[in-house]
């Protein structure tokens, strides 16, 4: 992941905001250029140099999905208070909006909706501590923050009769017939990671493999 291009709320001079600082974040040159001579056009934003791309107020990256690396970058820059992370992605595989979420992305906007005005109103949100997600995206966090709110009611938690939205989504998919490749492709994590959930799923559940698991979900209606 290529590195880019301060924190207080804009200072007012001359009536006029200060610009936001804004760093870029893309693995690919061609969508890091794209973006860059958009927001340099606008006198709302400066871009930093890769030298001060800690320092900037906003990191935005710029992505074709979310992989192992890119959420790795995202917790990076989660850590960096003088900073609030925004995601300009290609596609969100499915459990992909909850991993940028934990990572600390409070904003995303599609690639395909990234035109001048938007990129600047995504940079500007970010600087006045806002969020920022198209309404399918948001309907499917309301969604994850309600499955979280019940599981902290239940004082059991995640028991072993329930799934974590991440664990229902993976096993939908083996019911699918998909194996861990695809699974790890579809929804943007590592095929370790997918193992791993999955192994835990029957583990925790006391189940033979991943088609016991698939009948047990399916029975109790988990998936």
Known sequence: MSSPVTHDYPAMRSGRPEPVTVAVYAADPV?????????????????????????????LVVVDNVDDDVAALLQRLRHNSATRTGLVVGRLGSGALQRVVECGVTAVLRRTEAEQDRLVHLVVALANGEGVLPGDLLGELLTHVGSLQRAALDPRGVSLSTLTTREADMLRLVSEGLDTAEIARKTSYSERTVKNVLHEITTRLQLRNRAHAVGYALRNGLI
């Open 31 to 59: 969508l890091r250029v794209g973006v860059v001579q958009q927001l340099r056009q606008r006198p709302e934003t400066t871009l930093v140099d890769d030298a001060d791309a800690d320092s900037a107020r906003v990191s």
